[in-house]
C-alpha cells in the first residue's frame, strides 16, 4: 500500500487534462446495423460468431449515446450534441462528462461506479470476447469517459461529487441534449458530510478497472511449492497500460481511506446528499466496504487489504443473505471473486473450498428456487421488490455471476445447472418468452421501439411523451430496457418507465454476458429466430409503479349494486335527518 503522502501527489500531478482513448479507434468507425439484420439467423455456426459481435457492440455503443459533456471528434452518434458542458461551474471544478444516468439527464455517480466496476471485471475475465469482436478499443474508450470523470468528480482525497443536477427539476423536463435546464447544481460527499458505501463503491470502481489496465489476469495456472491451481477465464481485454492503472489505484486507495477513515464516521450517503437519495438510496454500506476492500486486495495484491474485506464480510453478515446483485447490493459478487482469486492467487486468498461454498449456497438457492426468488410462468428470474421495477436486471445480473461462477464451481452437477440457468435467463432476455421480444433496442425488429429516453424520443411534450412523436426520433441502439411485468407481459410504451426505461447500470451485466458468447458460443443469439412481426402489444394496459392500474369499468351488476348502495344510504341520511328532527322538537318541548 502506497503511503498517504503519496496518493495525494500522485492525485494532485496525475488527473488527466484532456484524457483521450489510449487504442486507437478504427478509422472506419464501428456503426450498429440497422435492427433487420438481427432477424436474419446465420447459415453456418461460426466463431466468434458476427451476431453475437454485433450484440457486444452495441451494448458498448448505448454508453456512447449517453454521454454527457463536450463530445470528442470520434463521436460515432450523430444526432447527439455537447452537453452540460459547465457542470461544476457552482463548485469552481469541471464536472463536465461522464454520462447521463438513464431517460433523464442526471449524472450519478454510485450507480455508475458499479457500472464501471462490473464492466471492468467482466473485461478481465471474459476480455478476449472483446477483442475477438474487435470491440476492444471502443470498450478502453468506454471505461476511460468513465473513470476520467470519476477522477474529476474525485478533486481531493475526502471530497467526492456524487450528484450532478437536481432530480426534481430534471424530471419536470422532456426534450433533446440542447435544452437540458439550468442550473445543474453539484453535490458532494466530504469528510464531514460523508458517504461510505458512495465512497467504497467509487473506489470498487478504481479498483476493479485498475486491475484490468494492470493484467491482473482471473485466468491461467499459478503454483506454489505444494500446489498447482487452473484458473479456467480468459486473458483480460487487450488494453493494458501500467500507468493509467496505476493512477487508478491511487483513487482507490484514497477513496477506501475516505471511507473508512472518515472523521463523522460511517454513514449512508444520502444521509449527507438527501438529494441522492431520490434516486439511488442506498440500503447499506457494509457491502461497499467488503467488496471494494477485496476489489482492492486484488488490484494491489494485498493480503492485509484480503484480511479486511474478510472483516467486513464477517462484521456485516454478508454471508447466507439472499439478495439480488445490483448498484445497491453488491455481496453476491463477494464470494464468486473470492472464489477466482483463491485459483490464481492461492498465497494471497486461500480457502477456495470456503469461499466455494459461500457461493454456491447462494446460487444453489437462486437454482433450485428454495428462496426469496422465483420464476414468471415464462421463466424469468424474479425477486420480489426487487424485480417490480425493473425486471430484467436481478435476472441478468444473476445470470452474468453465474455464468462466471459455473467454470469453477465444486462439481461437473453444479457447472452444468448453473451454466443452464445462466443460458436460460440470458436467452429470455433475448427474445424466448412469451412476448417473442427481444428487450435490447434496436437488435431485432421486435425489440422495444419506445425506450423511455428523453434524448432519443425527438419529443419536448412532456404531457404528451406517448404520442409526441408517434415515432421516436432516434433508435437508441444497444439498450437494455426495465423489462416485462410478472406475468410476461410487455407493452412498450413510452411512459412506462417501469418497463422501458434505459439506465447505465441496466446495461453492465449484458456486456459481460455477450463477452462470453462471443468467446464460448459458434451458434447465434436467440432473436435471429423471430421474425418481424412476432411481437405484438398485449391487450389491456400495464399495472405498474409508473402507470398505476386503471380502475376497471363496472359491469351492469355493479352498476346496479352501486345503485342500491348509494338508495340505502340515501335512505339511511334522510331516515337520521328525520330523527334528529324530530328528536329536537321533543328537546325543545322537554
Ligand atoms: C497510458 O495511459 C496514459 C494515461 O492515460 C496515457 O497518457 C498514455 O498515453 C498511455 N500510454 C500508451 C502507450 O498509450
Ligand atoms: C442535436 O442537435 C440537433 C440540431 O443541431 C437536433 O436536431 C437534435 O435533435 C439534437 N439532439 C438531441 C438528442 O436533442
Ligand atoms: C460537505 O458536504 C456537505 C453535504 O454535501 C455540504 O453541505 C458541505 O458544504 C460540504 N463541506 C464543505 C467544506 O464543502
Ligand atoms: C501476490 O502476493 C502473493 C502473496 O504475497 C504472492 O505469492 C504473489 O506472487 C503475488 N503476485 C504478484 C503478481 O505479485
Ligand atoms: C498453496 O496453494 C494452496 C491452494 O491451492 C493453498 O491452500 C496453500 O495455502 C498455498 N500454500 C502457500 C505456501 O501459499
Ligand atoms: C474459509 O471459509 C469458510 C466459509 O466462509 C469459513 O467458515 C472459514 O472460517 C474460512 N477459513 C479460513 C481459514 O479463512
Ligand atoms: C464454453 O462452452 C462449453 C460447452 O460449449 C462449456 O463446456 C464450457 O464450460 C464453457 N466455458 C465457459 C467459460 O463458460
Known amino acids: 500500500m502506497l503511503p498517504y503522502v503519496i496518493h495525494v501527489l500522485v492525485i494532485v500531478l496525475l488527473v488527466p487534462q484532456n484524457a483521450i482513448a489510449q487504442l486507437s479507434l478504427p478509422s472506419s468507425p464501428w456503426l450498429p446495423p440497422n435492427a433487420s439484420s438481427g432477424a436474419v439467423p446465420s447459415t453456418t455456426d461460426r466463431s466468434p460468431n458476427p451476431q453475437w459481435i454485433t450484440l457486444l457492440g452495441d451494448l458498448i455503443y448505448f454508453y456512447e449515446e449517453q454521454r454527457s459533456g463536450t463530445l470528442p471528434s470520434t463521436n460515432r452518434v450523430s444526432w447527439r450534441n455537447s452537453s452540460a458542458v459547465d457542470d461544476g461551474e457552482d463548485v469552481g471544478l469541471d464536472l463536465s462528462g461522464g454520462y447521463y444516468d438513464a431517460g433523464d439527464y442526471i449524472k450519478a455517480t454510485f450507480p455508475l461506479a458499479f457500472t464501471a466496476m462490473s464492466i471492468c471485471w467482466g473485461a478481465n475475465d471474459f476480455g478476449q470476447g472483446y477483442d475477438l469482436a474487435n470491440q476492444t478499443a471502443y470498450l478502453d474508450d468506454m471505461i476511460r469517459w468513465t473513470m476520467d470523470w470519476l477522477m474529476k468528480a474525485h ?121 441522492a437519495g431520490t434516486a439511488y438510496a442506498s440500503s447499506s454500506y457494509g457491502d461497499e466496504l467488503a467488496i471494494s476492500a477485496l476489489m482492492l486486495a486484488w488490484a494491489s495484491n494485498s493480503s492485509d487489504r484480503y484480511e479486511e474485506a474478510v472483516g467486513y464480510w464477517q462484521d456485516y453478515g454478508l454471508s447466507g443473505q439472499d439478495q439480488v446483485f445490483n448498484w445497491d447490493s453488491k455481496g453476491p459478487g463477494f464470494a464468486v471473486l473470492a472464489t477466482q482469486l483463491s485459483l490464481v492467487e492461492p498465497g494471497l486468498v486461500g480457502n477456495l473450498t470456503g469461499w466455494q461454498s459461500e457461493a454456491e449456497s447462494y446460487f444453489d438457492t437462486i437454482v433450485n428456487g428454495t428462496g426469496r426468488s422465483s420464476q414468471t410462468d415464462g421463466g424469468l ?210
Open 381 to 590: 428470474l424474479w425477486y420480489p421488490g426487487d424485480s417490480d421495477e425493473v425486471s430484467l436486471n436481478p435476472a441478468l445480473n444473476a445470470a452474468m455471476l453465474l455464468a462466471r461462477y459455473a467454470p469453477i464451481a465444486s462439481t461437473d452437477d453444479k457447472k452444468t445447472s448453473y451454466l443452464n440457468f445462466a443460458n436460460q435467463q440470458l436467452n429470455y432476455v433475448l427474445g424466448k418468452n412469451p412476448m417473442n421480444a427481444p428487450y435490447i433496442v434496436g437488435t431485432n425488429p421486435n425489440a422495444p421501439a419506445n425506450p423511455h429516453s428523453a434524448m432519443a424520443s425527438g419529443g419536448n411534450d412532456i404531457s404528451n411523451i406517448d404520442t409526441d412523436p408517434e415515432t421516436e426520433a432516434y433508435v437508441l441502439y444497444g439498450a437494455v430496457v426495465g423489462g416485462p411485468d410478472p406475468s410476461d407481459k410487455f407493452w412498450d410504451i413510452r411512459s412506462d418507465w417501469v418497463e422501458t426505461e434505459v439506465a447505465l447500470d441496466y446495461n453492465a451485466p449484458m456486456l459481460t454476458l455477450a463477452a462470453w458468447h462471443v468467446l464460448n458460443d459458434s451458434s447465434d443469439p436467440f432473436y435471429t429466430s423471430l421474425a418481424a412481426g412476432s411481437y405484438s402489444r398485449p391487450k389491456g394496459s400495464p399495472c405498474d409503479a409508473a402507470l398505476p392500474c386503471p380502475i376497471p369499468p363496472l359491469s351492469w351488476k355493479g352498476k346496479v349494486g352501486m345503485g342500491v348502495a348509494i338508495g340505502v344510504v340515501g335512505l339511511v341520511i334522510v331516515g337520521l335527518t328525520l330523527y334528529l328532527l324530530i328528536a329536537g322538537r321533543r328537546n325543545k318541548v322537554g
Open 155 to 275: 478533486p481531493s482525497n475526502n471530497t467526492l461529487y456524487v450528484q450532478v443536477a437536481d432530480g426534481n427539476l430534471d424530471d419536470a423536463y422532456w426534450g433533446g441534449d440542447l435544452g437540458i435546464p439550468t442550473p445543474r447544481p453539484s453535490y458532494q460527499i466530504n469528510d464531514t458530510a460523508p458517504g461510505t458505501d458512495a465512497a467504497a463503491g467509487t473506489a470498487a470502481a478504481f479498483s476493479a478497472c485498475s486491475a484490468l489496465y494492470a493484467n491482473r489476469a482471473l485466468g491461467g495456472t499459478s503454483s506454489n511449492t505444494t500446489n498447482t491451481t487452473t484458473s479456467p477465464f480468459s486473458a483480460p481485454a487487450s488494453l493494458q497500460n501500467s500507468t493509467y492503472a496505476t493512477l487508478l489505484l491511487s483513487h482507490a486507495e484514497a477513496l477506501h481511506e475516505f471511507a473508512t477513515n472518515a472523521t463523522a464516521g460511517l454513514q449512508t450517503y444520502q444521509t449527507s446528499v438527501p438529494e
